[in-house]
């Protein structure tokens, strides 16, 4: 078994980010079994109003129904995978426990949002005091085949796997974000500590050294995702045309990292991560419908192009 992946991630200058914290052992011993994922939570309460519930997103449920939000919203577009797929092909999250002091809380799903938990707290947690608590659950995760992330037959490639912050408004209120498939969910910025453990067969992409926040679970077993220099940091990607760039990709590259580091130079030093997957879900249209031999774009703008939108998309996400 791959031994124990122990990665600190990088956190924001910010005074919320600081104060909630993830760490998360994932345990996956076996192919056909479910990972297991022992979670700690450090939660404040940022806002101006006592709270004594707390809620999680857990968007990899969201698959396991086809009534979930996400189930609903793909039967509207006339998309029935979820219906169509089996459970073992869906995916869910089945929690063992949720604790605070060794004590179990209460918790329940939404009942029209079966991707959010609901935690209770015997008492009400004043603004600007830290609680944390545990949490013991597995994750099957949907079939990469039919769902697109996911476990695959060689890779496993998922971006909300693991349970993760509602945002909390100022004024008391949360934001209980669903999953439909479409946007990234609004979650407070947290420092996060993950300790992954994989089959042999496997090797761990993401999450890595220096990411930041909340990173998404990428493991191959054949190698197609290479690591390069990224200005004064470091780029994993399988964007690439070959393993090692050319001079003049190698050139392209440089001056992209120093674009984006004058706009956010909080990625200076840090690890960014750009896959084909992710550029799938939104490439840039004209680019992608133009037929290569119009000519209108360069080989290497075809490889630069799609790979400066993924990683602007990524800062613009975690270095706002």
């Not at 078994?1 to 600081?18: D, E, G, K, N, P």
């Not at 993830?22 to 109003?49: A, C, F, G, H, R």
């Not at 479409?182 to 042999?200: E, R």
Request: net charge negative; glycine share 4%; with cysteine.
């Amino acid at each position: 078994m791959q031994r124990l992946f122990s990665f600190f991630f990088i956190v924001l200058t910010c005074s919320v980010f600081a104060q909630n914290e993830y760490t998360i052992d994932l345990q996956w011993d076996k192919e056909e079994n479910p990972m297991q994922i022992s979670q700690s939570v450090t939660w404040t309460n940022s806002s101006t109003k006592s709270q004594t519930k707390v809620y999680l997103l857990d968007w990899n449920h969201a698959y396991s129904s086809e009534k979930s939000p996400l189930g609903l919203f793909l039967a509207n577009e006339f998309d029935y995978k979820i219906i169509r797929a089996n459970k073992k092909m869906r995916g869910s999250t089945q929690l063992t426990s949720i604790t605070h002091n060794n004590r179990a809380l209460s918790w329940k799903r939404m009942t029209n949002q079966l991707d959010v938990i609901e935690i209770s707290f015997p008492e009400a947690i004043v603004p600007n005091t830290s609680v944390s608590f545990s949490i013991e659950y597995a994750v099957n995760l949907p079939d990469a085949t039919i769902f697109n992330y996911g476990k695959g037959n060689n890779s496993v490639h998922a971006q909300q796997w693991h349970l993760i912050l509602a945002l909390l408004n100022r004024d008391g209120s949360w934001n209980l974000d669903s999953n439909l498939g479409v946007d990234p969910p609004q979650t407070p910025q947290v420092k996060t500590t993950y300790t992954i453990s994989l089959p042999k067969t496997y090797s761990l992409v993401s999450p890595g050294i220096k990411t930041v926040s909340v990173a998404p679970l990428i493991a191959e077993k054949d190698k197609k995702f290479t690591s390069v220099p990224f200005g004064a940091g470091t780029l994993i990607t399988d964007m690439l045309p070959t393993e090692k760039p050319t001079p003049e990709l190698e050139i392209a590259l440089d001056e992209m990292a120093e674009f984006i580091s004058s706009y956010f130079p909080r990625t200076s030093n840090t690890l960014l991560l750009a896959s084909e997957k992710d550029y799938a879900q939104r490439p840039i249209l004209g680019l992608e419908t133009l037929p290569t031999f119009v000519g209108a774009f360069s080989s290497i703008q075809r490889t630069e192009l799609p790979l400066l939108k993924i990683l602007l998309d990524q800062c613009i996400l975690n270095f706002h």
